[in-house]
């Protein structure tokens, strides 16, 4: 089965610092990531649709210049939180497989802005 | 707008019985369905996928689809207190280039000892 990696687990940062997440598929190639927020008691959130050699498709209400998205090879996706604020404590996941298997999610990234 | 509901409970369901989890979704051409489940401070981890009407059973787990009804459920027999976790509903939404999924917001399921 697919088979995703994210790096780091958890993070903390100061107001105005960026902190960029990283999404691995390990043994398939992901022409699609997809990235998630999920805050406390709350349903995941998609955020973007992460293409590889492509821009991003981001979802309404998401700020594509806050929350920048590279997808440079076919086995990694990259997501940077860029002048992050308190409010953008949350946790990030990303996933990527099949579409016809349903999508592996990675194991998440817990960001916390002091 | 593509929505996907399930009751947030909490269910609680006594050691060994069975748990039966319900979805229903607004789309109507929908063809490819998942059950993940979340522990607590963990992310999803996909344990059930159902294309067809009928059930699918997979150890302790069947999946049971009505497109007619819109309607997709999740048993789980001989629930144990490891069960206890967030199950999310999840429909394929063939929008794009490839699909991306659309959630319920998940029910919580509390199996007591």
């Known amino acids: 089965g697919a088979v995703v990696s994210q790096h780091p687990s958890w993070v903390i940062c100061k107001s105005g610092t960026s902190v960029k997440i990283e999404c691995r598929s390990l043994?398939?190639?992901?022409?699609?990531m997809f990235w998630y927020r999920q805050f406390p008691k709350q349903s995941l959130m998609l955020m973007a649709t992460?293409?590889?050699?492509?821009?991003?498709?981001?979802e309404q209400g998401v700020e594509k210049d806050k929350f920048l998205i590279n997808h440079a090879s076919l086995t990694l996706s990259t997501l940077t939180v860029t002048s992050a604020h308190p409010e953008d404590s949350s946790f990030y996941i990303c996933?990527?497989?099949?579409?016809?298997?349903?999508?592996?999610f990675g194991s998440g990234t817990r960001l916390t802005v002091v | 707008q593509k929505e996907v509901e399930q009751n947030s409970g909490p269910l609680s369901v006594p050691e060994g019985a069975i748990a039966s989890l319900n979805c229903t979704y607004s789309?109507?051409?929908?063809?490819?369905f998942f059950w993940y489940r979340q522990y607590s401070g963990k992310s999803p981890e996909l344990i059930m996928s159902?294309?067809?009407?009928g059930d699918k059973e997979d150890g302790r787990f069947t999946a049971q689809l009505n497109k007619a009804s819109q309607y997709v459920s999740l048993l789980i027999r001989d629930s144990q207190p490891s069960d206890s976790a967030t199950y999310l509903c999840?429909?394929?939404?063939?929008?794009?280039?490839?699909?991306?999924?659309?959630f319920g917001k998940g029910t919580k399921l509390s199996v007591k000892p």
């Open positions: 996933s990527a497989g099949r579409a016809l298997y349903g999508y592996t």
């Open positions: 043994d398939f190639q992901a022409t699609t």
């Open positions: 992460s293409n590889e050699g492509s821009k991003a498709t981001y």
């Open positions: 789309d109507r051409g929908s063809q490819s």
């Open positions: 159902i294309y067809s009407n």
């Open positions: 999840a429909v394929m939404n063939y929008g794009g280039s490839q699909g991306n999924l659309i």
